[in-house]
Nanobody
């Protein structure tokens, strides 16, 4: 059974930093697309950053480029999201998501919510002005 567990959310003032972690268990393949989506109250869930763990290729939402960095950990199927220069508009529930290609082959990293079948429970990030 696949499970994604997030941690690292919290409250911070504008300009501050947070680091989110996501650990996936029950995944057969070591090469996966994993990353983060977020959902603010009254808004749709949007893609933030995705990484393909096979070659570290990444994709970011325009709104976070230059401020957020996604990376994979030394442990299999663990990813991090380093968030710097946080803004009040970054306030949202952040969800970890994972997917993989059939047979564990190449997985193109993209910010399409419909691509992802596995989700974590979410971790809240609140940025105050």
């Amino acid at each position: 059974q696949v499970q994604l567990v997030e941690s690292g959310g919290g409250s911070v003032q504008a300009g501050g930093s947070l680091r989110l972690s996501c650990a996936a268990s029950g995944v057969t393949y070591s090469r996966t697309c994993m990353g983060w989506f977020r959902q603010a109250p009254g808004k749709e869930r949007e893609g933030v950053a995705i990484i393909y763990t096979g070659d570290d290729s990444t994709v970011y939402a325009d709104s976070v480029k230059g401020r957020f960095t996604i990376s994979q950990g030394n442990s299999k199927n663990t990813v991090y999201l380093q968030m710097n220069s946080l803004k009040p508009e970054d306030t949202a529930m952040y969800y970890c998501a994972a997917r993989w290609a059939a047979g564990g082959g190449y997985c193109y990293p993209r910010l399409s919510r419909s691509d992802f079948g596995y989700w974590g429970q979410g971790t809240q990030v609140t940025v105050s002005a």
